[in-house]
């Protein structure tokens, strides 16, 4: 059963895809956020490590790396993606990775027991969140665990900050929606997801704001150009229905801001994230 399906159809969308097309360089940006996230969870070489909303797979991949004795499952809704994220483990001979297409808040896990359920990203896109812990926490076994990363607010984040104010000065804004609509930023409210996750029954709580640099490659350009692409400023793009000219005046704004972060040659944009943990 599909509960999701508006992110079934964003996700196999050319905004969803545009995922494949950076993929280098968002991986890149976002290594410091996965080791930060991985590093806390703890694992042990025998861990079964499920990964929600994997994506292209890096998050499985060294998930599964870190478990020569265990391993990774990588469940998403998107087909697209994770027929990349099977090459990748093929290309890099990762063995004790797998991938799974399944809508996680209603796909029935309780036969395979896991010992670690992490996601980068993405666990603030189902539309009932308190039911989609619910029915993950049946796929850990009784001392199972979670740990998840999900972005604070865009006001803390430059990397959707800066490409949303320049796509609007371009185009104009969007209407104001619900902040915790599912979506990136749904979980930018520690408290409000830690109250969703007691909702669901989980215990051993903790959630608190992490800072960390975003280390995108190829310099201020290759930063603005993926920054540019994904994200508040694709959305806007697409609801204006702008144009290559709007985008390209788009990506020029944001390079310009994003000299403010160029260290020698190297980008280093501040960000922030929310840091979710909890037990069965």
Not at 85 to 93: F, I, M, Q, T, Y
Not at 238 to 265: M, P, Q, S, W, Y
Request: net charge negative; with cysteine; hydrophobic share 45%.
């Amino acid at each position: 059963m599909v509960a999701n399906k508006v992110q079934v159809e964003y996700w196999a969308s050319p905004a969803g895809l545009k995922w494949l097309e950076h993929e280098h360089a968002l991986d890149a940006a976002m290594a410091g956020m996965l080791d930060m996230m991985l590093d806390t969870a703890n694992i042990v070489s025998t861990d079964r490590i499920i990964d929600i909303g994997c994506g292209t797979g890096a998050s499985t991949l060294e998930a599964s790396r870190r478990v020569p004795d265990g391993i990774g499952l990588g469940v998403d809704i998107s087909e697209p993606l994770l027929a990349r994220a099977a090459s990748r483990a093929k290309e890099e001979g990762i063995q004790n990775a797998s991938f799974l297409l399944a809508d996680a808040q209603t796909h029935d896990f309780s036969r395979r027991p896991f010992d670690l359920l992490v996601s980068r990203l993405g666990m603030s896109f189902f539309s009932d969140t308190v039911a989609a812990l619910g029915n993950l926490s049946q796929a850990l076994n009784d001392n199972g665990r979670m740990v998840f990363v999900c972005w604070a607010s865009v006001a803390e984040n430059p990397w959707f900050s800066v490409p949303a104010r320049a796509a609007e000065q371009r185009l104009g804004s969007l209407p104001k929606g619900d902040p915790a609509a599912p979506g990136p930023t749904a979980f930018q409210d520690c408290d409000r997801v830690a109250d969703l996750m007691f909702q669901a029954g989980l215990s051993n709580i903790e959630a608190r704001p992490v800072e960390f640099m975003l280390t995108p490659p190829d310099g201020v350009a290759g930063a603005a150009r993926a920054a540019s692409k994904v994200g508040p400023a694709a959305r806007i793009m697409k609801a204006h229905k702008g144009t290559e000219d709007d985008e390209l005046a788009i990506e020029r704004a944001v390079r310009a801001a994003f000299g403010n972060f160029d260290e020698g040659g190297v980008v280093r944009v501040p960000a922030v994230v929310n840091l979710f943990a909890c037990s069965r």
